[in-house]
């Protein structure tokens, strides 16, 4: 019989990061007991190319056989895998997947924007009861999932093709961009915000790399945090207007962040806007929190 605070592993394949968390339930909560992350840029040049890169794959794959190992060693017996839009998208996805299975023993599943949408909202909320209507957004590297809800049931959840690195290779040229190309950034994630069923949240929660820098970038101790209109107002002009190497070198920034956060902002930014948001949340946990809380719940380990 499985021991209820069994530590869960939940490795998280993305565009831009692969994460690896090791957590165990802790009477409604949950215990992180290894965190680890690497940028591998899965997604680079996946729009240009239909496939994933080989020297990407190379280096998430490395990263990912390390994880699975220090998960094991931290007591992780069940590891649940997800790969997410870089994978999704390329023609050679399922062919990493192979890959992986074969040197980790580790099979991920690569889910539908929807079902990401699904995990991000339980661990972006922690599996809790939401008081208001809320707008939860996970902006990752590939895709954005969008999810409207109230108490602990989403209204609908949808994952967008508006992730930082998509947006940066699709409409940032220069570095720092110019406002025209913000413009560009912003023009289009409205448009795909126009697709969705419509909502009226009161508040919004922001979870995934690009909010979880933020923070830094205004001098906080980082999430969970409240940003107001004034923050938002001064983070973009921060981030829009350094160069990836000055925001990466004054703000301790990896450079794969630093180089696709102007438009990650500018897409957050955007869809603040299009909710009429007056402040957002930003959320220290995520789809990586959503896939252990999952599975403990189907296995009667969650209350």
Known sequence: MTDRNAPVGALDIGSNTVRMLVARPAA???ETLLDLGVYASL???VDRTGELQEENQKRA?????DFVKKAREAGAGEIVAVATSAMRDAKNGQEF???????TGIE????SGDREAELTFIGATGGRSLELETVVVDLGGGSGEVI??????PNWARALPIGSRRLTEKFIQTDPPNAEQIVNVAAHVRSQLQTLPAASPKK??????TAKVLPAVLGRPGPPTILSPAEWDRLLTIVQGLTAD?????????????????AGAAALDAIAEFYGLDEVAIAATGIREGMIIDLLRREGRWW
């Open 61 to 65: 794959l490395e990263a990912i056989a």
């Open 204 to 209: 919004g929660v922001f979870a995934g790399g």
């Open 148 to 153: 409207d809800a109230e108490a602990t049931v």
């Open 28 to 30: 409604g909560r949950l």
């Open 43 to 45: 997604g680079q040049g």
């Open 246 to 262: 000055a925001l990466a070198k004054e703000y301790r920034l990896p450079g794969e962040r630093a180089g696709v956060l102007a």
């Open 108 to 111: 991920p599943h690569i889910i």
């Open 97 to 103: 997947v192979d890959r992986i299975k074969e040197v």
